[in-house]
């Protein structure tokens, strides 16, 4: 496993972080600069995290020390405090990776550490690929044009999972009609509902796609490091700008930049990336000469728009910059037909993420997953699938390993015994009370498999007067049917 150095004063942070990442890494820690010195000179370490607020020593201080003596390490600081020229200083002065706020999540902690060690080892390959560029580009030409025909075939239109006579069908037509010429797109949907991943099969089914695809997420940064972080600054620019940092979009020039959330951006931004988008030429901050760049912008929001043009969040120049072509992305709960196949496709992926035996899901699972709204989309779907399969005790994923919701979920819009109906609005209180029993009986021997004896158990009935329930809401033989 990848090794990471945790340094902090704070013995209960340093056993808090250590138990968030034992699991995935070999995890080493530090009380201490001194000894954290010590622990890099006798081991290889991939990631190091430090606290920035130490005595004698600041984070950044000894991250510092670290890039010189110990470079190949991916560095990354954690700090309480959210000073604008202080991360930028650490990112600069110490190359630092990422900078993480306390109170950290320990899912984003995870996360964010599991990409540093990702980096590290892209570094090699990179190194690598230097060492075969000295020997002869013909080898590297080929292997690039593989892997450039592997990248379209992983981000194909036909790659995102739907069934037939999806709705997606027609956001995807309109979207590779659109990929072949360089205009803006504006992609709208909900969370998770896989607007990143529409923009890379545009890209890479546009005349773009040798370029770089770049993506930012614009509600992830302060205004105050956004400017920066997309057009660059120059040396001296503010505190703490100790060298030229080269923005993403002089990176992705003659590619793509994503814009995520770019309705989360602030009116004195849209200012300045409208600018960009009309002139195509950037000025970094702390500079007096523009700079040309060459770019096609796929901008994504959950925002409507056109309701923050109206009430003047959001300028309306900038919007019809950005919105060439608008795409919007269905959420789940409007196309169930979709459910089953992407949920298939997540269980084989989730599996292998998780070294975990392949699996499959049962009639009973099908009908949940179908019948749940899924407010989160995919990113929900595929949170409940890797809870299932964790809590899995056969080699078929049954309804009892999901949570509580979905298969409540599953009773109040698809229940047989209400003939496929949510719990009615209208009604005798004798009617409603029935569809609520229904609801239970249902749920219940859901989470029980279907054993009637241990659901009578549950609901302190006997078998014989669980069966003539069962008879009366026409649920008795509901788990043969189709």
């Not at 201490?32 to 004698?56: F, K, N, S, W, Y």
């Not at 320990?106 to 599991?114: C, F, K, S």
Request: aromatic share 6%.
């Amino acid at each position: 496993m990848p090794t990471v150095l945790l340094i902090d004063d704070e013995q209960r942070s340093l056993d808090a972080m250590r138990r968030t990442l034992e699991e995935d890494f070999d995890v080493l820690t530090a009380g201490g600069t001194e000894e954290a010195r010590v622990q890099l000179e006798q081991r290889e370490v991939d990631v190091i995290l430090c606290d920035q607020r130490m005595p004698g020593v600041t984070g950044v201080e000894f991250l510092r020390e670290a890039r010189e003596r110990w470079p190949d390490s991916v560095r990354i600081v954690i700090s309480g405090y959210t000073d604008s020229e202080d991360i930028i200083a650490g990112i600069n002065e110490a190359g630092i990776y990422q900078y993480i706020l306390k109170p950290w999540v320990p899912d984003h902690l995870l996360q964010t550490v599991r990409s540093a060690a990702e980096a590290r080892t892209l570094q090699h390959g990179l190194a690598r690929l230097d060492i075969e560029l000295r020997n002869g580009t013909p080898p590297l030409r080929v292997k690039s044009q593989a892997r450039l025909a592997q990248a379209r075939n992983t981000f194909d239109f036909d790659r995102i999972v739907r069934a037939p006579g999806s709705p997606l069908d027609a956001v995807c037509e309109m979207a590779q009609r659109v990929a072949r010429h360089d205009l803006s797109v504006l992609v709208l949907g909900e969370s998770g509902t896989g607007k990143e991943l529409m923009a890379r099969a545009i890209h890479y089914a546009s005349p773009r796609l040798t370029g770089p695809f770049v993506v930012e997420n614009c509600a992830a940064i302060p205004d105050t490091l956004l400017e920066s972080e997309l057009f660059g600054h120059k040396r001296g620019a503010f505190t703490g700008a100790v060298e030229d940092h080269i923005g993403l979009f002089q990176r992705a020039d003659g590619g793509t930049v994503f814009l995520d959330e770019i309705g989360e951006t602030s009116p004195a931004f849209q200012v300045k990336l409208l600018r960009v988008l009309q002139e195509g030429e950037l000025r970094p901050v702390g500079s007096t000469r523009s700079i040309p760049v060459d770019v096609r912008v796929i901008a994504a929001t959950h925002r409507d728009l056109e309701a923050d043009v109206r009430s003047g969040r959001f300028r309306e120049d900038l919007y019809y910059r950005i919105a060439g072509i608008t795409l919007a992305m269905p959420p789940l709960r409007a196309r169930p037909g979709d459910i089953v196949p992407i949920a298939e496709r997540l269980l084989i992926d989730v599996a292998a993420e998780l070294a975990l035996p392949a699996a499959a899901f049962d009639d009973d699972t099908r009908a949940v997953l179908v019948s749940y709204p899924w407010p989160g989309n995919i990113r929900e779907l595929r949170n409940e699938i890797a809870r299932a399969l964790a809590l899995r005790d056969g080699p078929a994923l049954h309804a009892a390993a999901f949570s509580r919701k979905l298969l409540h979920g599953q009773a109040g819009t698809h229940a047989e015994g209400m003939n496929g109906h949510a719990l009615p609005a209208v009604g005798t209180l004798a009617e409603r009370l029935d569809s609520i029993e229904a609801m239970v009986l249902r749920e219940t021997l859901l989470r029980h498999r279907w054993n009637k004896t241990r659901a009578a158990q549950e609901l302190g009935l006997s078998r014989v007067g669980l069966r003539a329930k069962l008879q009366r809401f026409g649920l008795e033989d509901v788990k043969d049917k189709p």
